[in-house]
C-alpha cells in the first residue's frame, strides 16, 4: 500500500512541475546565465539573456518606432463577446456599426473562447470599440457606441461606472442623460443658492473624466486640396534682388 501511495504522489509532482514549466521558464531562463552566452572581453563570466541584451543596447543603441493605430488598439485592453444582431453589449452600453454584419451570430472559430469575438476597448473614451475579424485577415472592424450622441463631450468607464452604481435599475439611456448631466454640472461650476449641489466624489469623476484623453491618438484631418494658381493673363514684374550689406565698404565708392 505504501509502494501505491508513493507512486500516486511521484505522479502528481511530475504533473505539478509540468504546469509550472511555463511560467519558471519565462522568469527564470531570461535571468539564468547559460554556458554559451559569453562575451570575449570577459571570457570567464557567463552572462544572462537580460544582462547580454542590455549591453548590446548600450553599445549599438536602437531606433525607436512610431506605433500605427493598429500597434495603438493591440495594445488596449481586450474582451471576449458575441456578435448579436443588435451589436456588442459592454456594460450595458451597445456598440454596433455595418462592417459587423458578417460577423452576427456567428462562430468566431477560435475554440479556446467558445466562438467569442475579441474585442478591443479604450477604458478611457467609451465612443467606440474594435472588433478583430478571425474570418478575415486579423484586422481591427471599428464600432461606435449607439447613444454617442446623447453626450456632448467625450468620457471614460469612471464616470460611467459612477452613474451606474447610484442608478442600479436606469436603462441605457438614462444612464447616458445621468452622465451628460453630471459633466454640464461640473463644466458650469458651483452652482448658485437655488441650484442642485454637486458631491465632492462627482467633482473628483467629472475632474478624473477630463484631465484623461482617450488612448487612442486621433487621426489628422485630410488636408484641403489647394487649387492651382490659373494665369490671369497679367505678366509679373521682373524681381531684383537686393546686394548684400557690408557695414565696412565705404558708401562714396559703391558703384
Not at 28 to 46: E, F, K, S, Y
Not at 173 to 202: I, M
Amino acid at each position: 500500500m505504501s509502494h501505491r501511495r508513493g507512486h500516486v504522489l511521484y505522479e502528481s509532482s511530475q504533473f505539478r512541475a509540468d504546469v509550472r514549466a511555463p511560467a519558471v521558464g519565462k522568469r527564470g531562463w531570461q535571468n539564468r546565465p547559460p554556458d554559451g552566452l559569453r562575451d570575449p572581453a570577459h571570457p570567464g563570466r557567463a552572462f544572462t539573456p537580460n544582462e547580454k541584451y542590455a549591453a548590446l543596447i548600450e553599445a549599438c543603441g536602437y531606433v525607436p518606432v512610431a506605433l500605427s493605430g493598429d500597434d495603438y488598439v493591440e495594445l488596449l485592453p481586450a474582451l471576449w463577446r458575441v456578435v448579436n444582431d443588435y451589436g456588442i453589449k459592454i456594460k450595458n452600453r451597445i456598440y454596433d456599426s455595418e462592417e459587423l454584419g458578417p460577423m452576427r451570430r456567428q462562430h468566431s472559430g477560435v475554440q479556446a473562447k467558445h466562438g467569442l469575438w475579441e474585442v478591443h476597448h479604450d477604458p478611457y473614451d467609451v465612443s467606440r470599440i474594435w472588433v478583430r475579424d478571425h474570418h478575415g485577415d486579423g484586422g481591427w472592424v471599428p464600432a461606435t457606441w449607439k447613444h454617442l450622441k446623447r453626450v456632448p463631450v467625450p468620457f471614460g468607464d469612471l464616470a460611467w461606472d459612477h452613474v451606474a452604481r447610484q442608478l442600479p435599475e436606469a436603462t441605457e439611456e438614462e444612464l447616458a442623460d445621468a452622465v451628460s448631466a453630471l459633466l454640464t454640472r461640473a463644466h458650469a461650476g458651483p452652482p448658485g443658492e437655488t441650484g442642485p449641489r454637486t458631491s465632492r466624489r462627482e467633482r473628483r469623476v467629472a475632474a478624473r473624466t477630463k484631465n484623461t484623453g482617450p488612448s487612442i491618438p486621433a487621426p489628422k484631418p485630410a488636408e484641403p486640396d489647394q487649387p492651382e494658381d490659373e494665369p490671369d493673363g497679367e505678366s509679373l514684374a521682373e524681381v531684383i534682388p537686393l546686394g548684400l550689406f557690408d557695414p565696412l565698404e565705404d558708401p562714396w565708392r559703391r558703384k
